[in-house]
């Protein structure tokens, strides 16, 4: 079955710093969504990419997808202390209906 | 945006009883839910897709007698999780998209039921 892996598992960044996740997928996707996790919380929806090579940006977060749709990251630049979480990206396969999640990247940031 | 509730967000019940979670979605339909279970530190596995009006679909290795999914309505999904043992404590979530199509769309998530069983 479809496997999304995720890379690094845990992030300790300098705040001010930035830093990338990336998000690999087994199998080519019809799309990618990427969630957070704030510690004791449930995941938010952050945003959806659908076109291959779409790069969207939220303030300092850069989400890109990959060409071969496959592929994902998330750049943060400038870190926050209110960036601490998880970070999940989640893929749907082209002929499925369901998310399958990462293992998440756990960021921690130093101040 | 859309919310999502969940009902009890923790419990705590001995070994063989069975505990009842709700997922409610309160300001719009959903014909479709979906049911994660999340393990300390670990990602959100799916379990099941709850289906309005049919049977839930189970993931593999996902025992469906033993986690018992009722879509009552276009707002309401139950799991009940029958006989609960130590090893079913865990962090269950559940999800809706946002609108009556699954695909393409967001998933908002409900706070999660934290179970622990003794």
Known sequence: GQQVMQIPQYQHVQEGEDFTTYCNSSTTLSNIQWYKQ?????????IQLVKSGEVKKQKRLTFQFGEAKKNSSLHITATQTTDVGTY???G???AGNKLTFGGGTRVLVKP | GAVVS??????ICKSGTSVKIECRSLDFQATTMFW???FPKQSLML???SNEGSKATY???VEKDKFLI???SLTLSTLTVTSAHPEDSSFYICSAPNSGRVLNNEQFFGPGTRLTVL
Do not use: D, I, K
């Open chain 2, 6 to 11: 969940q009902h009890p967000s923790w419990v």
């Open chain 1, 88 to 90: 999940f990206c989640a």
């Open chain 2, 36 to 38: 994660y279970r999340q």
């Open chain 2, 47 to 49: 379990m099941a897709t």
């Open chain 2, 70 to 72: 009722n879509h009552a």
């Open chain 1, 38 to 46: 704030r510690p004791g919380g449930h995941p938010v929806f952050l």
């Open chain 2, 59 to 61: 993931e593999q290795g």
């Open chain 1, 92 to 94: 749907r396969e082209a």
